[in-house]
Every structure is written in C-alpha cells, then in structure tokens.
C-alpha cells in the first residue's frame, strides 16, 4: 500500500483518527441538539394521557425493522458477490451506515424536525436516516472495491448534508411526493456515486480484472442480499406514507412491480445471453428494479396493473442496462461502476421519476376521493392542479440530479486529496489491503499481498 | 443438452417467450380484473371514515413479511444443499415462485374475491398469494434437480389453479378448516409433487449420483433456509386466522410444536445414524416437521401439551421416513424425492390433517366460549356436530389427496412435452445446464459439462 | 472417541436418550401445568368481550420474532466463524435453544406466571423463554468446540433453573429495572460460561489449534450472525417493556448505542492492530456491545447522547478486550473463551449494570412525569428514592455475578460426570466428532478423524 514507513503509519493513524473525530463531534451535537420527541418521552408521551396502542411505534417500527435489514443485509451481502471483498462489502457498510445513521439524525433533523432548537426523534427520524444510509450505500456500490475506508467516510459525510438539502428542497420547498426515494434516494445515490466513480477513473484498472468476478459460494452470498431486499421493499416504500390505506396500498403496489421485474429480468437474461443461460448479475440486480420504479408513484392510485407494467418495464431495461451500457458506460464515458448502481438505481429511478410525473398528472379527486389529502395534500387544498404537480415532480427530479452532479464532482476531488489512502491500481477487489484475511483452506496460510506503491487514480 | 443447433435456438428463445407471454397474459388479466379493496383504495377507505389504526395492514402485514421471507429465503436456500444446485434453487425459487404470486392472486381472485366483476386485493389475498407459492415451492423440491425453468413455469401454472380449485373446494364448499395448510398447502404440494415426479423417473439417475450430495458449506447456506423456515412458521399458521386470540393461540401452538420436533429429531437422527453422529439432512428438514403438522389444528385448542405432542410426533416420523423411507420410495414406487418432501410436507401434513380431525371433533362450547364462532362457525350457528365436522375435514383430506394426484400425473404429463428442454440423467443437479457459472477458485475457468442429447426421462 | 465399543454404543445412545427423557418430562409437566393465558384462549379472551386490536399479540409478537431471529440465527451463525464447526455452531445452537425455549418456559412459569395452580402462556412468555436461550447460548459461547451435546443439555437443564431463579430474585425480589438483561442474561450468562468453561480448562488444547481461526466462507457466515443481531437489538430490548414511550424509546436508545459501538469498534480495530488492517473477530463481535450496554438503561431516559456514549465505551472496552485481555485470560486464569464472550457479554454486561446504577439514581419526577410509574414503579409509589433504586441495581449485579459464578461452578462439575462424551483435546473445534460430514469438495471423501481415547478435561 505505502512504500515508506511514514505513509504507513498515516495509514495506520487516519481511519481511526477520523472515526474518533467524528463520532466524538456527532456525540456532542447530539448532546446539544437532540431530544427525544413526544412519542418517546415518558413525561410528554403521558403528559398527553394517550392510549399506548396510539404510539406511532406500534405502526411503523415493523417497517423499520425491514428497512434496516435491507439496509445492511440487503446491501452489505449483494455486495459480497465480488470473489475477494466480501469483508469490505460487509464490512464497509456495516461502517458507513452506522455513521451515516448518527450523521443524518442530525442533518435531517435540523432540516426537517429544529423546533425550538431541539431535533426530535423518534421512529419516523429512524427510518429516514436508514434511507439516508441507503443512498450512501448505492453510491459506494459504484466505486465498490477502488477505495478506502477513509474516504469512503468523507464520501459519506458530504453525501449525507447534500442527501438532506435535496430531500428538503424536493418535499418541503417544492412539495414533491416521493415516499419509496425513486429520486431521493435512488437516482441520487446513483448519480452521486457514478459521477463520483468517474472523477476517481482507473485507466489501468484492468491489472485487477482477475478478481473483478464472483465465485460460486459468492454469488450465493449475494442472493441473500438480493432476496432480502426483494422481500422487504414493499415495507421500503410504505415506511414513511401515511398511515391506513396509504402504506397498505404503498406496499400491495410495491409487491405486484417486484413480481414483474423478476419475470422480465429471467426473460430478458436469458434472451440476451449467447446460449440462453441465466446470468447471476442480471438475477441479483435487475429483478429488484421492480422496486425502485415504484418509489415514488407506490403511494399513488398506481392500480395493480400499473405496478405490474412499471415492474416489468424496468426489469427489462435495467437488464438490457447490465448487457449493453455497462460495457460503454466505462469505454465511452470512463465511468467503472462496480455494481452497476446505473442499472439498478439509476435508470429505474429515473424512469420511477418519470412514472411519479405521469401518475400525479392523472390524479383526480374522484380517483382518490378524501384520501387525496394524504397523497397530494396541495391538490387537495386547492394551492395546485394535477398537471402543476407533475410539473414539480418533473422539476424535482432535475433538481435532484443536479444536486447528485454537482455533488458526486465534489466528492471525487474531496476523495483524492492526498493524504488519503486507497488501493494501487493492482490491488482492487481485494479484501487483504484492508483486513486480515484468514488462509481460505484450512492450515494454509494466503500469501500477503505484495506492498506496492498506489499508481493511478486518474 | 442439444445436439442440433435447432434445438439449441428453440431452447434459447423457450423460456424468454414463456415468461413474456404469461407475464403479458396476466397483465392484462390484471388490468381489466383487479382492483384496490376497501383498505386499500384512497377513496373507499376514507369514504368509511375509518380510524387509521382500524386497518387489516396492522394486524396482518407483519405475519405476512414473515411469510415472505419463508417463501423466498426459506424454501431457497433449504434447497441449496445441493453442492453444484444453489444458483437454481434459490434462483428458480425466486423465479417460480415470483410468477406464482401473480399468477394464484388471479386463481384465487376468481374463486374466493370475485365482487362486481372485480377481484379485490389487500394483504389477505398477498398472503393467500404466498401460501399457493409454497405448495409450488413444495413440489419442487421433489423434483428438484431433475427439470428445466420452461417445465418448471408450465408446473407452477397448473398447479396455481389446481390449489386454488381444491382450496376452494375444502375451504368454501366443505367448511373445512385449514388456516396453516396442512392439507391444502402441505399434503397438496407434496403428493402433486411426488406423482409429477412418479411420472418424470429416471432409472439411470445415478448417473448424476456424484452430484447429489452436499458439501460443508453448502449444508451451512440450507441451514440459513431451515432456520428462517422454523423462527418464522408461527407467523405462517397463525396469518390468516382471526384476529385476536386466534392468531395469538396459533402463533403460540406451532412455537411449542416446533421445539418437540427439533428435539425428537435430534433424538432419533444419533439413535438411527451407524455410529450416533448427527445427520444434516434430518436436521435441516425434520425438524421443521412441527410447523407442518399443527398447520390445520394449531388454530385450535390444542392446548401447549397438544402441540408438544403433535411436535413430537411428527419429528419423529420424518427423520425414520428420511432413513427408511425414501430409499424405498425410489427403489419400490420409482419416486425420486430429491428433497424428501413426503416426509417433511407428505407424512406431517396427512398427520396433521388426522389431528385436525381429532381436535375438530373433540371440539365444545365450554372449550371455546364465545371464540367458537371464529374457528368452528358451522359449528357455532348449530349447522354441525362436531363429529360433522370432524368427518368433513377426514373428506377434506382424501379430496386433496385426489386433486394432488390426479393434478401430479397432469403435471408430468404437461412436462413431458417434446418442445421442452431438461437436463440429460448425466447432468442433473446441476447450475451449468442453465447458469453462467463462474470457476469456483480465483482465476480458474471451470471446464464446461460436454454436451450432450437428453437421454432418459421416462 | 471412545476407545471400547461399549463405550461407543453408550455414546450413541446417551444423547437419544436424554432428549427423549427431557421431551417426555416436559411434556407430562406441560399437560399437568401449562394453559392458555387470558389472552390466547378462546373462551376467556372472549368472555371478556375486548377489541381483538386490545390482544398483547399486535404490540409484542413483531418484536417476539425479531428476538427469535436473533437467538437462532443471530448466535447460531455468529459461532459459526470457526472453520470446521459450522454444523456444530447452528445445529447445537438449534438444538439447545429449542430445549430451553421449553424448560424455562417451565421454570420461568412456576416463578412468575403460576397462578391457581396452572403457568399461563402467551407472548410475554414465549419472549422470556427466548431471552433465557439467550444467556444458554452465550454460555455455549464460551465453551464452543470442546463440549458435547449431552454436556451441552445437561448445561442448558441447570442454567435455565438458575437463570429462572436469579432473575426472580432481581426482578421480584430486589425490584430491579433489567429490561434488555444487562444483568440477567449478558452478565449471568457470560460468568456462567466463564467460570465453567474454567472448570473444564483444558492444558493442551493447542493440538487443537489449527481449528481454532476461520476461513474466508466463515468469516462471512458469521457476518450473518452478526448483522442480524445488530439490526434486531433495539427489538430485543425493548420487548419486554413498557407499551407505548417505553418500548419506543429503548428501541431508539438501542439503535443509537449500536451505530456508536460500530464506529468505536473499527476505529479500535485498525488502532490496536498491526498495520492498521481491520480485524473481523473484533467486528463481528465488539460491534454489538452497543446493545449489551443500554440493556439495563434503555428504557430509562438516558437520553440520545447517554446512548451514544455508552456505546462508544462498550465498544472500546469490548475490542481492547479482544486484543489484550482474552490471551491473559487464557494464560493467567486459565480460562478458554472461544467466542470471547468475556469482550462482548461479559464486560459490556457489567458496565450495563452500572451505567444501570447510575441512570437509575439520577432520576427525578421531573424527568419521568407520570411516565416514572412504568419504568421505576417503586419510586413512583413513593416506596424508594432514586438512590436507593440505584443501590439495588448495583446490589443486583452482585447477586447476578454469584449466581453466575457458583452456577458455572456447579455446571462444571455436572459436565465432568465420567458418563458423558467429549472430543479429545486433538478433536475440538471438529464437527466430524458429532456430524456426518461431506467432503469439502465434489467426489472427495473426507478422511475420517482418528479414534482417539478423550485426554485431559482439567
């Protein structure tokens, strides 16, 4: 990694030093700001004389439960699929989202939750900052394997602020709905990490083609990811929507749109490949686009059979995204995405975007009768015709993928300042730079990498 | 597989046509059928002016994620014990099982939800969606191995509507009760299955023999199947029964059940093994016999010694089934069980079926209070007997014995179309036949299976 | 094993026989005892005329689930990083955790539910049960890979009664506030498998040294074990609590004292470590200290920083734990401590209790409001100050300590009858001594381990 002692022992000094620094100025904020909310305080929660069973708890802690395995299961095991970084991609995310946890309290609490100079929290800040960490998740899978941990912590600190201010220009100034993150989270996240991915460009990232692909029990550790993500995203995108028929309705949308982006994703896997055999990247990605797509119209009168043409539709596209734009995403625009966050975030977050636009520009009050006041509360009140919020929500996303342009540039130039450590251009995919790794059979002791000097990093 | 480039284009495009023309099928059966229930629809849940927290959501959603999580990581990965078969067991569980969702909210839509030329669905019918998934997942297993994607979709399509007619069949027109399924989803997938694979056998199967067995750490990912199955079975029987007391009283009986299975099944796997070790295979399967066996009667009062018992029991019978049984099944019936489904799901689910029969008949108005109506309702408005019911629900058992069996040998018969592609007796078992497999050690490119015609199926 | 056949035969049937024995008491014991509670019996849940949304089912059996995951699949696979004990790590998981889901069922009933001469059960029952497998299991932690499965029942049927009485003796007795069981399942269970495991030192057990790290596959497996565990802790502690603020509160609580420990643990880690590489048995372990350290506190107001701080702490101590202490633990005390459970129960379990003491002293009216009735009853009624709440928290904690140690002590003894089976000092941390084992690769057989006479235990 460092050929000189001096750089080693920086090495040695900086994650540590840097996770200390911020979790000691998180703990310090929080100390100063943070205060339980009314629903968790024992004097305000009884000062209210409510009924226990009233607490939002009992309505959305079991979605927060699913999120959060999705968040570090979900994401942490589909990553793992790479043969010789599954410690990382476990690993790290462990790491960033439990930083991104602590980090996006705060800034979404002084965005969203600031009242009388207090954040509040409760289960509802829970769950937002589990989607904060999510889009810092869809970011790191675009620059899986090339970076630090060091940097993917700075990485996280800027996305997190960057994360929050496009939340709240989309919901609070521009009054966009997007429960399931279609572009909060998704198209951010994935912009954000490609623009990023392609200001840290490898030319010589070849020299690590060796380790780029899975193994046998890798690709199975990265089903688990995959599955448990497929499971529990209806619980995703009903975790913040309004209660009774809203996340009811949020997470039967949800369920139809994954049913389809599987079919389409085994339909089109095998169509594309040269023998008809099913590929495990398409199978492990593709068929979760189904989710993505309904981000933000899931909450919406979508009907089953729109959820089923959107699931279906982004299956396909994001298929054909792993066969054919991945290859000239990296020779034509020099941008390496591990993951393929374009395919699976990108695109169908876009195209969930778009999808928002369309459904909200049908929305009628005889469609949604008194629950129009749940789903487009401006409608409602008369302040904005449909075809005025679709207009919002289209506007909305441009906002979002400026914010992630914009965004993901900083984040490359913060990434490369030089005291910050990453793996030469030989060196990535692999878990032994930044972990000691156990022999993979028994009594044989794995040969140490071979110290080198890091090359190029554009 | 194929030996003439025909062929090999015709299986190519098979598959993709299949799923695109069901997929298509069913959206449009979607488009004009379903619609939003009460519960879910913006304007009909508002027009009831309902108290959020009255609706179904909070009182089935997380049964219903547990549910989940059985049906895709639970049945997929107990699957993956196979060491060369844990891309297609857990992939086509995904696949087959995704299609199946759909493809059963119709069936059973149609049979049990048709209102005004409409089916209406919530999460009830996103559970009942779940629970037919299961009994296609069952009838995999038995023939696991042995299929091709095409065959397996052309299974799942009639099986849905076999197990929706039967289901309908016991639950609407005998007034049979069945809420975790032993007859209608155990006993149903597992004879469905064994017939179907009946029809399918191979007399030179050993010549996959040497792929048929596990190795360590594929036992270790079939144990993260087991596991799920077993935490979360309370959660399966106790889904769709009635709230209040019922779903408690379920929950709580296949808890203790599952605890005397898994004891006896340790008990009885050192007791039966050569030399006292302890085999997986018991393990992994047998001990989940106790969700099975209380599925039709843990709605009852059964009381906590009842499903000790019934736990007991059915441990008990599936292990010696595992050691004793199967090999007859194969060498006497000609039933190849890659799975040993009839002694998880076929022996435990005619046990539990018979148990339903006694707790039915031994049934009082003392015992169940005011509670009666819920789980007995004929029973409650003076229609039957207790005995009555009890001969009804032994009638429920043989009509599912029959549809499964006449609706199995329906299925091998559908399966040995000509036009559909399967794995030659030397290549079953095996993830290359339809998966890009990647070498199972860094930088080695494992030999490609030589390919061969198809030989024996029957 | 066993050097004469006799002692082979006794072998192979010692355990059969103990399950079946145990089975078959606690069943005669459950029909004699155990009845439905008020909330899942038919008749009396319905002769109270309640809303079925008032049943204790809809606000505990989410958070029963999550427990459960965590003590089958949490622990389970969270022992499963030793290389060649995987089967043993989830199957005895499997297997003990089964039987004291029953036995203590029993014994927590006869203290704390026996009312007219019946235990009555439902989900406060079924959480309790798993909470006392819990302690069972991180006992197991400490003497994993050099026991049997008989040793390891005979250990479960006297911990249970132990573990019963103890917490009895705090929560009854003494009026102790240990929710999430700082105390009576981190502390009691680790100083239990301590003190046993220092019963049963083995001299010589480095000829099993080769066993003793992971490999690549089971470090990530034990990843498993450990993110879910992670995720799911906020469900553990606050199950058992108050409805309403409370278990909304000790959720948040816990999840903030998790993310903390995360960031202190891999920041530790590459400190403390050679060349700042991260170690995956600190990760994967001092990473949930978090959760051991507001066992006792998250229920109280320790507030969003208080939980941070904790769990910074817990995981200081638990990783300096790792690298320092466990080898002096080894070599001064002779305790052999396989799982480290001393870092992550132990330590974190006392400075739990203490953080316990001391939050407990500072509580006022004015913080609490009429809150201060559900979470310190005493001191609302005016029967102890906040002091004196504090002195009996810390005089729990030494009950707890002597409870644990003399109960080690005595389990030692118990596992050291001449009658019971364990692998010799060259056969620990080795499933092929209780397990059918296949090959680590397709057609290989693995060679069978050597018969050996067992050798030094103590």
Redesign the interface.
Known sequence: MAGSPRR?AG???L??LL??F??GA??IL??VF???NH?????????GN??????????R??SF??V??MI??GF??LM?FL??Y??SS??FT??LA??A??WSTLVQGFLHAFHGGHIH???ES?INADFCAGAVLISFGAILGKTG?AQLLLMALLEVVLFGVNEFVLLSLLGVRDAGGSMTIHTFGAYFGLVLSRVLYRPRLEKSK??Q?????S???A??GT??L???W??FNSAPT????????T??NT??S???S???T???S??V?R??????VH?QNA?LAGGVVVGTSSEM?L???GA??AG?LAGTVSTLGYKFFTPILESKFKVQDTCGVHNLHGMPGILGALLGVLVAGLATH???????E??FPLIAEGQRSATSQAMHQLFGLFVTLMFASVGGGLGGLLLKLPCLDYPSDSQCYED?V??????????TAQEPLRVEEPDTQA
Chains 1, 2, 3 share one sequence.
Request: aromatic fraction near 20%.
């Open positions: 080693a090495r040695r000094l994650l540590p996770c200390l911020f979790q998180t703990a929080f100390a943070v205060r339980y629903e968790t305080d024992a004097a305000l929660w009884h000062w409510h009924s226990h069973a009233a607490n939002e708890f009992y309505f802690y079991p439960q699913d959060h395995v570090f299961v942490g095991f793992a043969q010789r599954g410690f476990v690993g462990f790491f439990a930083f946890l602590q929290v409760g289960v829970m941990p060796h380790r692909g899975s193994v046998y029990h690709d199975l550790f089903m688990i599955i448990f497929w499971i529990f209806p619980s309004a209660l009774g028929d809203g996340q009811h309705r997470a039967l369920y139809y994954l049913t389809a599987t079919l389409s085994f339909a089109l095998a169509l490949s023998d008809g055999r099913l590929d495990m199978i068929a009168m009907t089953p059979f089923l043409a279906f005889e469609a949604y009768g008194d629950g129009l749940n789903v032994q930044y972990w000691e790794v156990p022999g993979e059979h028994e009594d």
